[in-house]
């Protein structure tokens, strides 16, 4: 069985200030991690990936992430925060197994204030 | 780019009633997925669809069914609705085994009200 936690309901940061939200997982094999980002009554917006080779990825609207094997996590940075970057987050993980459904961890409410 | 279509966006049934969810993917998207979010809950998996043929199945109730259709279309068919239905309902789609894609994309999603 897979499990995302994500240790934070919420984060709090102001802008122009860097932010980190956390994520760890847990799957059986190699881990497939995904950030997705959710405006209210939105779907969920693809933010980046991680499959194999750098451990830092970029993705979208200046975020990235840091794969850390050995810690089982994946969190979710920016440099410097921006108030449109308020939203819920979500971590997601899969393996490299056959199945390729997505486990979701339970989102962190990012606040950045102006 | 063309997005995930779902339809319809909102949808509000009585107890007992049926409802039927539709999601197009994007075009090329061969592989479908459905997901069920509660309020104030992360989405949870249902089922999926590889070329027309289901690849997986999560925890979808024995009430509901799904299908996906030759031009790749999915519909989510849900019988004898209970409150407890009452959720968003996302379809997201991804390529298939033969075209590299690990990503998936949602849709918008359907907000389905049971009263």
């Known amino acids: 069985a897979q499990s995302v936690a994500q240790p934070e309901d919420q984060v709090n940061v102001a802008e122009g200030n860097p932010l980190t939200v956390k994520c760890t997982y847990s799957?059986?094999?190699?881990?497939?991690l995904f950030w997705y980002v959710q405006y209210p009554n939105r779907g969920l917006q693809f933010l980046l990936k991680?499959?194999?080779?750098?451990?830092l990825v970029k993705g979208s609207y200046g975020f990235e992430a840091e794969f850390n094997k050995s810690q089982t996590s994946f969190h979710l940075k920016k440099p410097s925060a921006l108030v449109s970057d308020s939203a819920l987050y979500f971590c997601?993980?899969?393996?490299?197994?056959?199945?390729?459904?997505?486990?979701f961890g339970s989102g962190t409410r990012l606040q950045v204030q102006p | 780019a063309a997005g995930v279509i779902q339809s319809p966006r909102h949808l509000i049934k009585e107890k007992r009633e049926t409802a039927t969810l539709k999601c197009y993917p994007i075009?090329?998207?061969?592989?479908v997925y459905w997901y069920q979010q509660g309020p104030g809950q992360d989405p949870q998996f249902l089922i999926s669809?590889?070329?027309?043929?289901?690849?997986d199945k999560g925890s979808i109730p024995d009430r509901f069914s799904a299908q996906q259709f030759s031009d790749y279309h999915s519909e989510l068919n849900m019988s004898s609705l209970e409150l407890g239905d009452s959720a968003l309902y996302f379809c997201?789609?991804?390529?298939?085994?033969?075209?590299?894609?690990?990503?998936?994309?949602f849709g918008p999603g359907t907000r389905l009200t049971v009263t």
């Open positions: 991680y499959i194999t080779g750098d451990n």
């Open positions: 075009p090329r998207h061969d592989t």
């Open positions: 799957v059986s094999g190699n881990p497939y």
């Open positions: 997601a993980v899969r393996d490299d197994t056959g199945r390729r459904a997505l486990t």
């Open positions: 669809f590889y070329e027309k043929m289901q690849s």
């Open positions: 997201a789609s991804s390529s298939g085994p033969g075209r590299i894609s690990y990503e998936q994309y």
